[in-house]
């Protein structure tokens, strides 16, 4: 039987909770409030928590800003692994904008990106000024506080990879002057993410279980999804030996492993699986459609775009040719990754469409693709349950690998082996052997494309490595194009305090 606080859960994260802390209002509108009890009415400390996971699960226009089409314009089609996808005359100009590097300081996706982020931090300063000024450090309390300062790390992190120096805001906006404020340095804004992240991992569980060993409360964050978190922060400031520490503490816990299955760890079947360290939960009931359960746009941005039982989604995000014949020719993450138009599903024995009916793409995204099954017992065609995977297992190894090449040393090279052909051995792949660093460094970086293919992690890798420029400058990227022009909405409401990014 569920207890009141699960109970809790499942209320707060179903969509009453977006209309509570609504997304659609923007930022610097936000109204002043008091520092009073009347804070908790919604459930104590811990339902002001419970907001927070409720505006990062994109279930509105708004909320897109984690995982719809906003998201995967930023952090996926600017790669060269993904691209806008859908008809050609289906948002033309996001192509340009992101796939080309045309970028705009008006256009309402980078818009939505910076108002819900600033908002999730504008929860999470909210939620923390009324800890503090009520005192609150019950233990169930100091957890509520790693929560929060979770989700603030989280969002200056796309912020700083996405924009550079941005505003920092650590504290409670009462009135919208407050937040007025001008660039601090990347370096500042790292600071704060490595507090945060500290006091995250202190104050966190290992895990939500009760005395049976079930999950109380599937998608909530652990200490180990800080340390992912952490660790990743610290990958794009080459602080590889704490990098690695963190990620061997999440290896060596028995906590996680990888899936038997590439494909089903990304299925219906694989929702908080053994490899999942944090994913966003979007469905709580058996349907979503006309009612108040939770579901998510992130699987049906993406889903294959068809006529009858093919309308799965919009066809958004779909992968490149690069991308498809990049592919060792056995490794199984090609059939996990892509759906062929005309072919087998490979999996559930349906054919897709022939190209180019319908709509002339001749790959889509097959993570997102649904369970015939699933599909039948929901109701839906479309994949609006569907979780989103943050931080998973595979990427932990791969990290690991990475820091551990990069320290070098006898001991270091064979963990980075290790951890590689472990990765290799379920893709269905031989294992690699050392031969030098700059070898190794070239394994685990074609690793992380194939293994974290349209998750949203390639276009900034390419940049951390200082490859983007070699290999999207065919697409017009230039080194200005690792961080996007700050929107113009925020420098107008800034009255002239906050300054455009160089070369916009």
Not at 149 to 174: C, N, S
Not at 431 to 445: G, H, L, W
Not at 479 to 498: E, F, M, T
Request: aromatic share 12%.
């Amino acid at each position: 039987m569920r207890t009141v606080k699960q109970l809790l859960w499942v209320l707060l994260m179903s969509s009453s909770t977006l209309l509570m802390f609504s997304g659609c209002s923007k930022f610097l509108d936000r109204k002043p409030l008091q520092s009073t009890l009347d804070d908790l009415n919604q459930g104590g400390l811990e339902g002001q928590i419970y907001g927070m996971y409720g505006a990062i699960r994109n279930g509105d226009v708004a909320g897109q800003a984690f995982g719809g089409i906003p998201w995967m314009a930023l952090h996926n089609f600017r790669s060269d692994d993904s691209e806008k996808g859908s008809s050609p005359a289906d948002g033309a100009d996001w192509e340009l904008i992101h796939d080309n590097f045309q970028y705009v300081k008006d256009h309402w996706s980078a818009t939505i990106y910076w108002d819900q982020h600033y908002t999730l931090i504008a929860l999470a300063n909210t939620a923390l000024q009324i800890a503090d000024s009520l005192k609150l450090n019950s233990p169930a309390d100091q957890i509520n506080i790693g929560e929060a300062k979770f989700f603030r790390a989280m969002a200056y992190f796309d912020l700083v990879r996405t924009y550079g120096q941005v505003p920092k805001i650590d504290f409670r906006i009462y009135n919208p002057a407050d937040a007025r404020k001008p660039k601090a340095s990347v370096a500042e804004i790292y600071a704060l993410i490595d507090a945060d992240l500290q006091a995250a991992i202190a104050s966190l569980p290992d895990d939500w279980k009760n005395a049976s060993g079930n999950n109380r409360f599937p998608g909530r964050l652990t200490n180990y999804a800080a340390k992912a978190l952490r660790a990743k922060t610290l990958m794009y400031r080459n602080q590889w030996s704490e990098a690695l520490a963190l990620c061997q503490n999440i290896i060596t816990s028995g906590r996680y492993a990888l899936a038997d299955d590439y494909f089903k760890t990304f299925g219906d079947e694989g929702e908080n699986n053994i490899e999942s360290i944090f994913e966003i939960q979007a469905d709580q009931g058996p349907q979503y459609a006309g009612s108040n359960e939770p579901f998510s746009w992130f699987a049906i941005c993406q889903g294959v775009r068809g006529a009858a039982e093919w309308d799965l989604g919009w066809g958004w995000n779909t992968p490149t040719a690069d991308l498809v014949n990049a592919y060792a020719p056995n490794d199984k993450r090609k059939d996990g990754t892509i759906l062929f138009s005309g072919q087998s599903d490979g999996v559930y024995g349906r054919t897709l469409p022939a190209y180019p009916a319908v709509i002339p793409r001749a790959y889509w995204n097959k993570k997102v693709y649904p369970n015939p099954a699933t599909q039948s017992a929901k109701g839906q065609r479309q994949a609006g349950w569907r979780n989103q995977k943050v931080l998973r297992y595979a990427d932990v190894l791969l990290m690991a690998a990475e820091a551990a090449n990069e320290i070098g040393g006898a001991g270091n090279q064979t963990l980075a082996v290790t951890y590689v052909n472990q990765i290799r051995k379920r893709a269905g792949l031989g294992d690699v052997s050392f031969t030098t660093q700059a070898a190794m460094r070239t394994i685990v970086q074609n690793e992380r494309r194939f293994e974290m293919a349209l998750d949203g992690e390639r276009f900034f890798d390419l940049v951390r490595w200082n490859l983007a420029t070699t290999v999207l400058g065919p697409k017009g990227y230039q080194n200005k194009h690792r961080y996007y022009p700050i929107p113009q909405a925020a420098i107008d409401a800034a009255n002239g305090v906050l300054i455009q990014n160089p070369d916009y």
